[in-house]
């Protein structure tokens, strides 16, 4: 058998192994979401008894596993077995299931945000009252949806709504689209290598400002994790931020 059978071997007994550990130390433990929050162990249950969610688990700690001894191949090796060994940093990868059972969790939460309806956009301004001698203390907005906003992405002004998004959602890049009743309705812009591709906010502007574009019309539009999957990304760094951002070949991720 190969190295990299064996590798693969160890990886998945593994991943059963940490699971069933993990699963047992649950009973005595609690998962505690960012935000503070008990995950009810009812639910914790429910997910540890599907099998199509344990499946999704033990391919994270597999892969993980994998990740992790491929550039120290010989610091989980045993010479004399001839095979991969458990060490103690092991059962560091069992907490992907307590990552897992909380992005399930989350996923079914969502919060309420301020977003430019024309790009979907999270980055706007609304006029607000204050109060300016207690350090401009926010008040209320005013004449809340009636009153003009600003979008800072598209850097336009625009009636701004508010929206439900998941929980743990974020802002991951922008795509250019075709303007809603025009011809390029429903359409990526030229310049774009395919619809799964995201871009940064430089390079998205810089399609709009294309000057090859004639008579087509195109907008912006804001990606949120989960929206595009498999996307490809077709930058590193900060979407939004020209000296933190920069382009790449495209590298496949998850959102």
């Known amino acids: 058998m190969s190295m990299s059978d064996k590798l693969h071997k160890f990886a998945e007994h593994m991943s059963q192994l940490l699971l069933e550990m993990r699963e047992e130390d649950l009973n005595n433990s609690m998962i505690i ?16 008894d599907d099998s199509v969610h344990t499946a999704q688990i033990k391919k994270r700690i597999r892969e993980d596993i994998i990740k992790t001894v491929l550039p120290e191949p010989l610091k989980y090796f045993n010479s004399e077995e001839g095979e991969y060994r458990y060490t103690a940093d092991t059962y560091d990868h069992a907490y992907l299931v307590d990552h897992y059972i909380e992005e399930m969790y ?20 609304v006029k607000a009252w204050v109060r300016p001698n207690k350090g401009y203390e926010f008040v209320d907005e005013v004449n809340e949806g ?46 774009m290598d395919g619809s799964f591709c995201i871009y940064s906010l430089p390079q998205a502007r810089a399609m709009l400002d ?24 077709m930058f590193e760094g900060d979407p939004r931020d020209p000296e933190e951002c920069t382009p790449s070949d495209g590298t496949v991720g998850s959102l």
């Open 33 to 48: 979401t960012e935000d503070g929050e008990q995950i009810p162990t009812d639910f914790i249950d429910k997910i540890l």
């Open 106 to 125: 989350d996923d079914g939460r969502t919060r309420t945000v301020y977003i430019c309806p024309q790009c979907q956009s999270d980055r706007v301004q």
């Open 146 to 191: 009636d009153e003009v906003g600003w979008c800072e992405d598209e850097e336009l002004s625009t009636f701004i709504e508010t929206a439900e998004v998941k929980l743990r959602a974020k802002v991951v890049g922008f795509q250019v689209v075709g303007e809603d009743g025009t011809v390029q309705e429903g359409e990526i812009h030229p310049n």
């Open 210 to 233: 294309d000057n090859n574009n004639g008579n087509e019309q195109w907008r912006l539009l804001t990606i949120w994790s989960g929206d595009v999957e498999e996307p490809t990304f």
